[in-house]
């Protein structure tokens, strides 16, 4: 286990106050804070390398090509991808669907065909979707779920605690061409079983994209391993800077869809006649990419691989096993997502706990607990349709990153407690 102080002095704003009390930060589902490595090699990078990537002959554009491309290395070992290739760039998660919606409905969807999601999905993977039935008439179909929060094809549990998936096939239909699924919900925190669900789809010939901005900052992630088609992940929830994401695609799944936009970076050769396209990965960067927050991210990974994947995963699940624990302490508390069994191995909840207390309206309690200095989420987290579900308006959300204490946890019970007795 890693010496958590000594983290915390690696993130200055941990240190400052708001409204007079120290800050209890719990919102790194919406994003995690920076480190100063990451600001310094930013910093260091817009001082004494700044050129564009890719297209100048000079020393300083070289310089910001090798970190920029050393940054696609480092991305590729980090979810252990085959090549370099299937590493694409982009601005976040959001971006990164978008890209596989619009390339793969135009390219491999015939009006009529199916798009599987789930009912705990982020509305940056329903969405995309859902443009893409406006605009092609494919049909968005959805997996329910069991009222904590799981899928409801994937909630038995073996007597080792793992979770077994037996029933995706339920929801696959002839017409069904891509399944697209969140590894981790960034409302329930329930971690879904991607690898049986991408053999099942597989099994009948399906390919899968996983959304990973909720999973990638906080666990080993091996797309050979769990041998997703397509992953999707945001830097800036992983301790990297903001606008920069990562689209890991197959490669053959890369060669067969079209390019997404068109610009500069993406071409090979421009007629009026006729344009042909860059190779791999190139084909999906049009345009100036953000090759200062690529090394930002690279530096970022290097951060937390210092760390251990393994060390922050363990403290994270303490950290929200702790939390849901305590929680529950407190009269009129209502968690959402799975409630047991917290501990097993493998986990079925990370770093996300949502609730509600009594009839506290969330808006109200998340503006109470600010003022005593605590930040966490409130509303639907861009999960409407999971909101619908749940019957609710919205939740309180606190949510774990690899600088969060025990004691904040207990900050964040008093503060709960106090509010309660508010109303
Ligand atoms: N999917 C999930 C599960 C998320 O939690 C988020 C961010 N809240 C996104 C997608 C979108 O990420 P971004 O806004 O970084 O593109």
Request: aromatic share 8%.
């Amino acid at each position: 286990m890693y010496n958590i102080n000594k983290v915390r002095e690696d993130f200055p704003i941990l240190q400052r106050e708001v409204y007079g009390k120290p800050l209890v930060y719990l919102d790194n589902a919406a994003t995690t804070q920076k480190p100063l490595c990451v600001l310094d090699a930013m910093r260091e990078e817009y001082l004494n390398v700044n050129a564009n990537v890719h297209r100048g002959v000079h020393y300083l554009s070289q310089q910001a090509t090798d970190l920029h491309e050393a940054a696609r290395e480092k991305v590729r070992q980090f979810i252990n991808a085959r090549k370099t290739e299937e590493i694409v760039f982009t601005r976040g998660t959001t971006e990164a669907i978008n890209l596989v919606a619009s390339s793969f409905c135009e390219s491999q969807m015939q009006p009529g065909d199916e798009v599987l999601v789930t009912d705990m999905e982020h509305h940056s993977n329903i969405v995309s979707w859902q443009l893409q039935a406006m605009k092609r008439g494919i049909v968005v179909k959805h997996i329910p779920i069991t009222d904590d929060g799981r899928l409801v094809c994937c909630h038995n549990t073996t007597t080792d605690g793992s979770v077994c998936c037996d029933g995706i096939a339920t929801y696959l239909t002839e017409r069904t061409r891509l399944v697209s699924i969140a590894h981790v919900s960034n409302v329930l925190g329930t971690i879904n079983p991607v690898k049986d669900i991408i053999r099942e789809a597989h099994a009948h010939g399906i390919p899968v994209l996983v959304d990973g901005a909720q999973s990638a900052p906080h666990m080993k992630i091996d797309v050979q391993d769990l041998d997703c088609d397509f992953f999707a992940f945001s830097g800036h929830k992983m301790y990297g800077p903001t606008g920069i994401g990562v689209l890991y695609g197959k490669e053959d799944w890369l060669e067969k869809l079209p390019p997404y936009q068109g610009g500069g970076e993406m071409i090979d050769k421009v007629t009026w006649e006729r344009t042909t396209f860059e190779r791999l990965p190139f084909k999906f960067e049009a345009g100036t990419p953000d090759y200062v927050a690529t090394h930002g991210l690279a530096t970022a990974i290097d951060y937390m691989e210092r760390i251990g994947l393994d060390n922050i995963e363990a403290h994270e699940q303490e950290l929200t096993c702790y939390c849901m624990e305590q929680l529950q302490t407190i009269d009129g508390m209502h968690i959402y997502g799975p409630l047991s069994p917290l501990g097993t191995v493998p986990s079925v909840k990370d770093a996300v706990v949502s609730f509600n207390v009594g009839n506290i309206h969330h808006l109200d309690m998340g503006t109470l607990l600010d003022r005593l200095g605590i930040a966490v989420r409130t509303g639907h987290h861009c999960a409407q349709p999971l909101m619908d579900r749940l019957g609710i308006s919205g939740t309180v959300r606190a949510s774990f990153a690899l600088y969060n204490t025990k004691e904040e946890i207990d900050t964040l019970v008093a503060g709960i407690r106090r509010v309660a007795q508010m109303f």
